[in-house]
């Protein structure tokens, strides 16, 4: 190895990713497979370092595979305009935006459960009876039972 080759423990390290995770991205295709050496290891480069980092930080963000996969595509023809990129990352953000408004009613719905429990026998527990009718209309999805 060279001093700019990197071996997968060290790119692990560097990029705080699991060898595993590794593994997987090159098989997935999201990380191109590195040369290997005569004894089969496989040596990685500064490229390689760049792109995990990318992938590892989209996915800390919540962006899927499929989206970090086609930023990347996206990425490896930079003279390209960044509409597709925008697009990606609003339409992210638009389902984070309503996964914070369906956690904030569901943070209110069990604050007001809690509220209205007042000990005693499960017979009588309003955490129980709130959780057993959907009639209430409280749910975050339309469960028909």
Not at 23 to 44: D, F, S
Not at 69 to 74: F, Q, S, V
Request: glycine share 6%; hydrophobic share 35%; with cysteine.
């Amino acid at each position: 190895m060279t001093p700019r080759d990197i071996s997968i423990g060290l790119l692990a390290s560097e990029t705080g990713c699991k060898v595993q995770t590794i593994r997987y991205y090159e098989e997935i295709g999201l990380l191109p497979e590195p040369p290997r050496t005569a004894g089969n290891q496989r040596v990685y480069d500064e490229r390689h370092v760049k792109r995990l980092s990318f992938i590892r930080h989209s996915r800390e963000l919540g962006f899927s595979l499929d989206a970090i996969r086609e930023m990347l595509a996206l990425s490896d023809n930079a003279d390209q305009p960044c509409e597709t990129v925008d697009r990606i990352a609003k339409s992210h953000l638009d389902d984070v935006v309503e996964k914070i408004a369906q956690l904030t009613s569901l943070k209110k719905e069990l604050q007001r459960m809690v509220k209205h429990c007042k000990g005693g026998r499960i017979s009588e527990c309003r955490i129980i009876e709130v959780l057993a009718d959907h009639s209430h209309g409280h749910c975050l999805t339309d469960h028909k039972v």
